[in-house]
């Protein structure tokens, strides 16, 4: 067996000069390298030997690189495997993604990206060799809860997917979760040391799109007065997550399109193109198939970003998990104001459990934080809930709603405005006695309190 302390790869191609031009690179970086020019010669070597990495050219005399992908992710699934196809060939690159591949590399091949690749797959290859990861699974938990079994699947798919540098598409209900889920991704995986970088692909406006994307520079347009990198390369060597990815204008998704598959982004401006490393991850709760259909987002972009799909489940699907948020998010409130025997009636878990949440979790934490500041004696019963109508009409409500109201955009910021503004007023009329105040606005002093701390008003 290999010593530990020296990572070693496998390079699998049938023209010397490619082999060549791979062990030379990968030797420099103080790697270890071991060669075959077909399938029979690697799985030889992979019997006698612990691999770190390996790459493997995608047409070989007796199969193919995807072959090679099955058999490692079946007998050596800790082996990260990348694959290296030929110019221009992303449906083949694809295709490699889903058979289970790290990640791809063009020939012919670019040095910088080569290295990029092989520093991001040593540094996975090392996490489950030390059987770390940046999250722990207490992190996780925190992060996403949940014992259903639903969620356990779902835990566990996100560690197999962080594995890889695919292109993730992120399905699921608005309130479900799917940033939460695209930041385990990135956290869990070797990219976990760089940035995450989150957009809302609905909230920027279409003039402002590209310049937002892909950066500009000074002068390039009325109001440049320096230069700008876009997000991409914010999220240079990291995560780049997309999230509402159907809000995207039909202009903007010819040009996002190109920049993922060169790897490449053109600020505004600029005469040349400039190289970026990021894995995209991206989101949306409207079905992409029927807006395709409609014409309305493309579908070369679509199959460009759902090499694999993740769904995430509706709170409703997952009944069992709402005592375990609903508490958890109870105790986060109380902590925040020092009320630690804040907690929940049975009558009221019930209530909650059998609530179908059109909003999912982001709409259950909404509840638990108003009943919070409702409820008497520290304890929330049902009747605090204010449990709305059950009815069909609000999914409806929430899934036509605007991008921007829907993700709590400008709409939260102007609910939140109109809150301060009217709590001050109160403040002011009662010389700033915080009882006569909250009795003013028709609320507890504890409600007023935690008003005043969330609203950072203290």
């Known amino acids: 067996m290999t010593n530990k302390s020296i990572q070693t790869a496998l390079i699998v191609d049938d023209e010397p000069d490619i082999r060549d031009l791979l062990e030379i690179t990968l030797t420099r970086m103080g790697i270890n390298t071991y060669s075959a020019s077909n399938l029979e010669e690697a799985y030889s070597h992979l019997s006698r030997t612990e691999f770190h990495l390996c790459l493997t050219d995608m047409n070989l005399p007796d199969g193919n690189g995807i072959d090679l992908v099955s058999n490692i992710q079946k007998n050596h699934p800790n082996i990260p495997v990348a694959v290296i196809t030929a110019y221009g060939s992303i449906e083949t690159a694809i295709a490699a993604l889903k058979a289970g591949a790290f990640d791809f590399v063009s020939k012919p091949v670019e040095l910088s990206r080569l290295r ?54 992120i399905s699921g209900e608005s309130g479900s979760g799917k940033e939460m889920v695209a930041r385990m991704i ?151 104001c020092d009320i630690p025997n804040a907690r929940l009636s049975t009558d009221a878990i019930n209530a909650l459990k059998q609530y179908s949440f059109p909003g999912n979790v982001r709409e259950l934490e909404n509840i638990i934080e108003r009943a919070f500041t409702l409820c008497e004696d520290d304890v929330i019963h049902a009747v605090d809930l204010h449990l709305q109508d059950n009815s069909s009409d609000a999914r409806q409500t929430i899934d036509s709603a605007p991008a921007q109201q829907r993700n709590g955009v400008n709409l939260e910021e102007y609910l939140e405005t109109i809150e301060k503004q009217t709590i001050e007023q109160a403040l002011e009329e009662t010389r700033w006695n915080k009882t006569a105040a909250a009795k003013k606005l028709g609320i507890s002093f504890r409600a007023l309190r935690y008003r005043l701390k969330k609203l950072g008003m203290e």
């Open 116 to 169: 990029d690749l092989v520093d991001s797959a040593l540094r996975l290859s090392q996490q489950q060799e030390n059987k770390e990861s940046k999250v722990s699974d207490a992190q996780e938990d925190k992060l996403l809860l949940g014992n259903s079994e639903t969620m356990q699947k779902l835990r566990g798919q996100i560690r197999k997917l962080a594995r890889s540098q695919a292109p993730v598409y």
């Open 186 to 336: 990135h956290q869990l995986g070797p990219r976990a040391d760089a940035p995450f970088v989150p957009v809302n692909c609905g909230a920027i406006p279409n003039e402002l799109m590209e310049s937002e994307f892909f950066g500009h520079k000074k002068g390039s347009f009325t109001g440049a007065v320096e230069n700008k990198l876009g997000l991409f390369q914010a999220a240079d060597g990291g995560t780049l997550f997309l999230d509402e990815v159907a809000d995207l204008p039909m202009a903007m998704q010819v040009k996002l399109l190109r920049s993922i598959q060169e790897k490449t982004v053109r600020p505004v401006g600029e005469q040349k193109e400039i190289p970026v490393n990021v894995r995209i991850l991206s989101a949306t709760h409207k079905d992409l198939n029927n807006e395709i259909d409609e014409g309305r987002f493309r579908q070369d972009l679509f199959y460009r970003i759902n090499v694999i799909e993740l769904k995430v489940p509706a709170l409703r699907e997952r009944v069992e998990d709402i005592p375990l948020l609903a508490e958890t998010m109870l105790k986060r409130v109380a902590d925040e």
